[in-house]
């Protein structure tokens, strides 16, 4: 009953509420969250039971505000901003309400998270409104969300009950997004060593994003520290920039800086991305570093078996 647009909910057989006590529910709280990218994407519920009743424009009629679950507000929570749909929506918490329909779906954000059910609900209050299309699915009793289609940028929000599942898109900017964090943090204690900026630089070297920026963080880091890890990375960001004759001598300075461990670590780097050929002409650097460490007896084995 807790899922009605018309009545708060018994959580007694004779239909009244607990008014002191906190007791078991008949519809039962639930959360589930989300992470696009780094942003966290928070649905609090509570879980209606069809229990053998037609739910859809019978318990839950066609065409009037319905709070998306049982109980208190649905809501859901986004820790950065996002589309919906396509439709930009700021971070924050909103309750979460809809309008269904037989053939279409209006989901509704609410500034107004704290209310109970959709009593109170206000057009007024709106944050955003976006129409989708419900679709069959296998029978779920209990009313349920789940994340669907999950991808680096993007999930299905999807709320399932009876025989039905009503999706809607939620989208996040996870490049700007972290470039964002990543200049933040740099502002912090990942900003006094030289691993911190080497690590923002390889994030935007690994996404081909930001490529100029990411070229000063990896100078800033060298300054730190001059070290074969941050050398190597600034050898792939000049060639990423097509920059060729700059990558090529920032990985030779870079060879001249690394340990036996680092250079083995390397070649086998570029044997793996299948260049034998390349790995090959490298292992014997190995053992020019230190012929008696062990790793260098090791980049002799291989030589040895590959010839």
């Not at 009953?1 to 009545?7: E, I, S, Y």
């Not at 019978?58 to 679950?69: E, I």
Request: charged share 25%; glycine share 6%.
């Amino acid at each position: 009953l807790g899922c009605l647009a018309g009545g708060a909910g018994a959580q007694f057989k004779n239909g009244s509420q607990p008014i002191e006590l906190v007791l078991p529910r008949v519809s039962q709280h639930a959360s589930v969250t989300q992470r696009i990218g780094v942003t966290d994407v928070t649905i609090s519920y509570h879980r209606p039971e069809g229990n053998g009743r037609k739910v859809w424009g019978d318990l839950v009629p066609y065409g009037k505000v319905w709070r998306a679950g049982a109980n208190e507000n649905t809501t859901i929570t986004f820790t950065d901003d996002v589309s919906v749909e396509g439709q930009p929506l700021a971070a924050g918490t909103y309750g979460l309400h809809t309008i269904p329909a037989a053939d279409q779906w209006t989901i509704i954000f609410s500034k107004n998270s704290t209310s109970w059910g959709s009593f109170s609900y206000d057009e007024k209050e709106d944050a955003l409104r976006v129409n989708v299309k419900p679709h069959e699915a296998e029978m779920t009793d209990d009313l349920e969300y789940t994340f669907d289609e999950v991808k680096p940028d993007s999930a299905l929000a999807t709320l399932r009950w009876e025989k039905l599942a009503v999706p809607f898109r939620i989208s996040v900017d996870v490049k700007g997004i972290v470039l964002r964090s990543i200049k933040d943090q740099l502002r912090n204690t990942g900003g006094f060593t030289w691993a911190g900026y080497d690590e923002a630089a390889n994030w935007c070297l690994d996404n081909n994003y930001n490529l100029e920026e990411a070229l000063k963080w990896e100078d800033t880091s060298i300054l730190n520290e001059e070290r074969f890890e941050n050398l190597e990375t600034k050898s792939r960001i000049y060639d990423a920039m097509g920059r060729k004759e700059d990558a090529q001598k920032t990985l030779a300075r870079a060879f001249e800086k690394a340990n036996p461990i680092q250079m083995y670590v390397y070649a086998r780097t570029i044997q793996r991305q299948g260049n034998p050929k390349r790995a090959f002409e490298l292992f014997p650097m190995v053992s020019k570093k230190d012929p008696n460490h062990w790793i260098s007896h090791l980049a002799q084995a291989r030589l040895a078996s590959n010839a």
